[in-house]
T-cell receptor
Framework: IAGITQAPTSQILAAGRRMTLRCTQDMRHNAMYWYRQDLGLGLRLIHYSNTAGTTGKGEVPDGYSVSRANTDDFPLTLASAVPSQTSVYFC?????????????FGPGTRLTVL | EDQVTQSPEALRLQEGESSSLNCSYTVSGLRGLFWYRQDPGKGPEFLFTLYSAGEEKEKERLKATLTKKESFLHITAPKPEDSATYLCAVQANQAGTALIFGKGTTLSVSS
């Protein structure tokens, strides 16, 4: 089934550790996104990429970095995790220019930073 | 500032009891308004995209409508399987591809 896969499903991480959340899509969408979802705050955009080789900052980018080496993969890295980064992280993708910007989401990664 | 407000925060219905969820938005030029369904522990599932005031879209027991200031998600004769959190998001003309989400309405339908 076509869609977005994320790994790991969940992770408990010690503060100060480095962590990479993986996201892969097989829909050949040009744009990809990372959101975090927190109780009472809703979904907030961390970083995005409109096409392979380019990235941009969203609403809450501090403490996170991304890369987009190819169309399918969009990893999110926490260089030195802090407890405030405890959240559920969702990757999404869209095909801009055809079905304008309807974003399709992955199943999420639940991250706990202790 | 672009903003999305959903109401109510939570809604409890009996099976078959129709109702509506509201999404009010303030955006500097609307490119699109999106409705998603999210089940516990899952990612948001796309339902509808609305582009212009007066537009309506339907899917099974759900119908989404759009005005210049708000959108409604009407649920007709809901079933327990319609229980979920419904998310509304907008995309502004000047914001590129970024979506601005509301905090959602959690719907519980009991039999």
């Amino acid at each position: 089934i076509a869609g977005i896969t994320q790994a790991p499903t969940s992770q408990i991480l010690a503060a100060g550790r480095r962590m990479t959340l993986r996201c892969t899509q097989d829909m050949r969408h040009n744009a990809m996104y990372w959101y975090r979802q927190d109780l009472g705050l809703g979904l907030r955009l961390i970083h995005y990429s409109n096409t392979a080789g380019t990235t941009g900052k969203g609403e809450v980018p501090d403490g996170y970095s991304v890369s987009r080496a190819n169309t399918d993969d969009f990893p999110l890295t926490l260089a030195s995790a802090v407890p405030s980064q405890t959240s559920v992280y969702f990757c999404a993708s869209s095909e801009t220019g055809t079905d304008p910007d309807t974003q399709y989401f992955g199943p999420g990664t639940r991250l706990t930073v202790l | 500032e672009d903003q999305v407000t959903q109401s109510p925060e939570a809604l409890r219905l009996q099976e078959g009891e129709s109702s509506s969820l509201n999404c009010s938005y303030t955006v500097s030029g609307l490119r699109g308004l999106f409705w998603y369904r999210q089940d516990p522990g899952k990612g948001p599932e796309f339902l509808f995209t609305l582009y212009s005031a007066g537009e309506e879209k339907e899917k099974e027991r759900l119908k989404a409508t759009l005005t210049k200031k708000e959108s409604f998600l009407h649920i007709t004769a809901p079933k327990p399987e319609d229980s979920a959190t419904y998310l509304c998001a907008v995309q502004a003309n000047q914001a590129g591809t970024a979506l601005i989400f509301g905090k959602g309405t959690t719907l519980s339908v009991s039999s």
